[in-house]
């Protein structure tokens, strides 16, 4: 080979192990963030025993979806219960005058209040239709990742062929491989996004992942 080619591969080397010291901090890191989360020391070992396997998704019936959302979700129970707060304050100010400042900022919390309670509901069913939304997008998404996977594949096995036979060079040969390796990345990447995307429908229409501040 020429003295170029080699010292271009010995680059490639170079580079390529560089991306694997990134990749390796990037794991321990997550590592670490993933023991700090669940209170474990941060140098426990994690060792990674489930699958990355396609969850089931739930049969949607939308409107369903809403009236359990209305019925659970702490955003609307949060937003009821600040509307009797903010009554009982409003109560307490009426030995003021109306036009004193305590008695107009409470009367502006109420009011606020009151819009609040008026439009979460609204924003939950916007939310649910969107999660439901997602997840026809998720797994839309997810199908293109395997087609893509199984394009790579099938261009690997012809590239092989032709290697075999001499008619392709060991570079588009190493170029095939990385192409499947990197669709094999994107098909995780996709299940890993529509799994979440299920787990984020489930939750929205039961109790939610969140609640509002008083």
Known sequence: LAKKDVLSAQSAVTAAQSSVNAAETKLEYAKMSFNFLLG???MQPVIFTDALDVVTSPAIDIDTSIENAMAKRNEVKG???AVQIHKIL???TKEY???TSVYLEEEIALKSAEKLAKDVPVQIEIDLRNKASGLEDKMAALE???AMKAYAEEGYRLISI???AGMTTLAELQQAQANVYKAGLG???AISD???AVYEFKYAQDVGTSRLSL
Do not use: G, R
Request: hydrophobic residues 35%; glycine residues 0%.
């Open 40 to 42: 474990y020391p941060i």
């Open 79 to 81: 937003t009821q219960f």
């Open 90 to 92: 409003m109560e307490s």
């Open 97 to 99: 005058s109306q036009s």
């Open 144 to 146: 293109a990742a395997k």
């Open 162 to 164: 032709s290697y075999d």
């Open 187 to 189: 098909v995780s990447a």
């Open 194 to 196: 529509y799994d979440l």
